[in-house]
């Protein structure tokens, strides 16, 4: 398994600013991925963040709103930009490794926008 | 695109019972990935159990058991000895075997009481 933490833990925030969400993993990993849960909601895939190259987004995310940084094998860096209070949600990083390439969370980063 | 259902919103079970959640998928891939995740009220999301489609033999993990049955596209978990603490929103996610991230139903929210 992978433990994985991540700053800040919560954040209140006010609109039109912008947020950077740190996450770190304790061992190498390829792959890292960026989830957004809006409260009472299901994961939604934001992008995967491979080092060394751009990060990929899904479609509904931009990079201009959620850049994404992924400087070495065991961090990764992802910022809400210009937020309003709809990017209210709880932001998790998550890292696939290990045995059958099981993905693993972080704590998540609840994230209120007023 | 990969799409995984969760019928039941809530649900509830006593202690000590035994309580099945269902999960459904659609896919075109022969081989993939099928995953349970548990996310206990403000806490962090943790794997339950992971199914490899080419494996026949259903996964167990302690109280934990999946009947999975690939033709019918049916990944069912049963919680046996229901404690407590299994109080949470179980997700169900797939992941197929040529793709990165996992596809997430919009879980089930069980309470266990006693």
């Known amino acids: 398994s992978a433990v994985i933490s991540q700053k800040p833990s919560r954040d209140i925030c006010q609109r039109g600013t912008s947020l950077t969400i740190q996450c770190q993993v304790d061992?190498?990993?390829?792959?890292m991925f960026w989830y957004r849960q809006q409260p009472g909601q299901s994961l939604t895939l934001i992008a995967t963040a491979n080092q060394g190259s751009e990060a990929t987004y899904e479609s509904g995310f931009v990079i201009d709103k959620f850049p994404i940084s992924r400087p070495n094998l065991t961090f990764s860096t992802l910022t809400v930009s210009n937020m309003s209070p709809e990017d209210s949600s709880i932001y998790l990083c998550s890292v696939r490794t290990g045995k059958g390439e099981t993905q693993y969370f972080g704590p998540g980063t609840r994230l209120l926008v007023l | 695109a990969q799409t995984v259902t969760q019928s039941q919103p809530e649900m509830s079970v006593q202690e000590a019972e035994t309580v099945t959640l269902s999960c459904t998928y659609d896919?075109?891939?022969?081989?993939?990935?099928l995953f349970w995740y548990k996310q206990p009220p403000s806490r962090q999301m943790i794997l339950v159990i992971r199914?490899?489609?080419?494996?026949?033999q259903n996964a167990t993990e302690n109280r934990f058991s999946v009947n999975f049955q690939k033709a019918a596209k049916s990944f069912s978990l049963k919680i046996s000895d229901s404690q407590l603490g299994d109080t949470a929103m179980y997700f169900c996610a797939f992941r197929g075997n040529s793709g990165y991230a996992l596809n997430f139903g919009k879980g089930t929210s069980l309470l266990v009481t006693p």
């Open positions: 896919t075109s891939e022969n081989n993939y990935y």
């Open positions: 199914q490899e489609a080419y494996k026949q």
């Open positions: 061992s190498q990993v390829t792959m």
